[in-house]
């Protein structure tokens, strides 16, 4: 069976992560497994270059293949923005209530059918001796006026989907791993692991 350390110390993620890739034989270990693994600092501009900082790091702390992903809330009305700063939207104490309060209060005045925005991902795969690969998912939807759902994490509960009428905090997980970002990019990663 494949190690695989996936680089994040959110349970929500890795319990995303872990859901698909212990369904393909693969033996997924989180940054809890490394108490001593250093905090790598997200100071990269774009997605891709903050998942290879990620991946290139905890694999070469732990001497494991990695698996490190960066995503984010892309605004169209915001430029682009929350970003790759979409964990600290808020500031560096941020929460998922603070960062949701600050998205809101920066849409206020943005009108229904203008509130476009994406989830993007980009995940970095770290093997021994071979070049790190990236993996790539996007979704698209509406930042509603108030959240929506209990379930999900981060931006879910004001995010949209027009075609399942509802919000990602609103679908069933295993409905939010086949269409989410995340599900998008981690779906290449094991039809690249199974193709080896």
Request: with cysteine; aromatic share 6%.
């Amino acid at each position: 069976m494949m190690e695989l350390v996936v680089a994040t110390r959110n349970a929500g993620k890795l319990k995303e992560i872990r859901r698909l890739l212990e369904s393909q034989g693969v033996n997924v270990l989180g940054l809890d497994n490394f108490p001593d693994a250093p905090e790598v600092e997200e100071d990269g501009d774009t997605f891709t270059a903050n998942a290879a900082k990620k991946a290139e790091t905890i694999a070469r702390v732990t001497g494991l293949s990695c698996l490190a992903d960066d995503s984010g809330l892309v605004v169209t009305s915001l430029q682009g923005r929350p970003g790759v700063h979409s964990a600290r939207f808020s500031g560096v104490d941020a929460d998922d209530h603070s960062n949701n309060c600050k998205l809101l209060d920066e849409m206020t005045l943005v009108p229904g059918q203008q509130r476009q925005a994406a989830f993007c991902c980009v995940m970095a795969l770290c093997l021994p001796n071979e070049p790190t690969r990236f993996f790539e998912g996007k979704v698209e939807g509406l930042i509603l006026q108030q959240q929506r759902g209990a379930g999900g994490f981060g931006y879910d509960p004001l995010f949209w989907l027009s075609e399942f009428n509802c919000t990602m905090a609103e679908l069933p997980i295993d409905t939010k791993n086949r269409i989410s970002h995340r599900g998008q990019a981690l779906r290449q990663v094991i039809d690249y692991l199974t193709s080896r």
